[in-house]
């Protein structure tokens, strides 16, 4: 069973514009919920994570909106930039849990 | 501070031949280690954790085994490879306090089976 559903599994966005990801949860014991950027050859690096006592964190151009009766928690990139061509993975978990759960993976390309 | 190192990073090895990939973490007691596979274009599958010395969970039945020796060194291994084994293979380690506190991948191997 999927613990984490992420969609869309491609996006292409022009330079300057808003990639939204998004990604839905079915534990509601999770209280953790990183996203991962992921270049070519490399491994994922920690973008911006969130916890479920806020509804959004903002880092820079990165938002995470989350949206606890739904169970749903989304990465919005504003003034996306051709370097943030990247695959994106959300994740779950329960803080003081032994793993992640991963979504499947967003492959993002901006368009200069 | 603390960081994880993974070795080789690529490797291409011939069908029916063993397997020993090797992660280390420096800068931290008692990690929890995961040992991750992602195959060409694909999400992130994960083979097996440890929370301490020679506890190993697998999460998939597979070809693979996996061995922490020491406190912070976790080894992947295979006695006959498969052409289906090729991937992307990640060490990833947390604090003993749980992934909400910190969850860092290694390089990464880049494994041929040829």
């Known amino acids: 069973q999927q613990q984490v559903k992420q969609s869309p599994q491609s996006l292409i966005v022009q330079k300057g514009g808003i990639s939204i990801i998004n990604c839905a949860y079915e534990?509601?014991?999770?209280?953790?919920f990183p996203w991962y950027q992921q270049f070519p050859g490399k491994g994922p690096a920690l973008l911006i994570a969130?916890?479920?006592?806020?509804s959004e964190k903002k880092e820079g151009r990165f938002t995470i909106s989350f949206n606890k009766s739904a169970k749903q928690f989304s990465l919005h990139i504003m003034d996306s930039q051709p370097g943030d061509s990247a695959t994106y993975f959300c994740?779950?978990?329960?803080?003081?849990?032994?793993?992640?759960?991963f979504g499947t993976g967003t492959s993002l390309t901006v368009i200069p | 501070s603390q960081t994880i190192h993974q070795w080789p990073a690529t490797l291409v090895q011939p069908v029916g031949s063993p397997l020993s990939l090797e992660c280390t973490v420096e800068?931290?007691?008692?990690?929890?280690l995961y040992w991750y596979r992602q195959a060409a274009g694909r999400g992130l599958q994960l083979l097996f954790y440890?929370?301490?010395?020679?506890?190993i969970s697998s999460e998939v039945p597979q070809n693979l085994s996996a061995s922490r020796p020491q406190d912070r060194q976790f080894i992947l291994s295979s006695k006959k490879l498969l052409l289906s084994d090729s991937g992307f293979y990640l060490c990833?380690?947390?604090?003993?306090?749980?992934?909400?506190?910190?969850?860092?991948f290694g390089s990464g191997t880049r494994l041929t089976v040829v």
């Open positions: 990833a380690w947390s604090g003993d306090r749980g992934p909400g506190y910190g969850y860092t």
């Open positions: 534990n509601t014991a999770f209280d953790y």
């Open positions: 969130i916890r479920p006592d806020v």
């Open positions: 994740a779950a978990s329960r803080r003081t849990g032994n793993q992640f759960y």
């Open positions: 800068g931290t007691s008692n990690p929890n």
């Open positions: 440890s929370v301490g010395i020679g506890q």
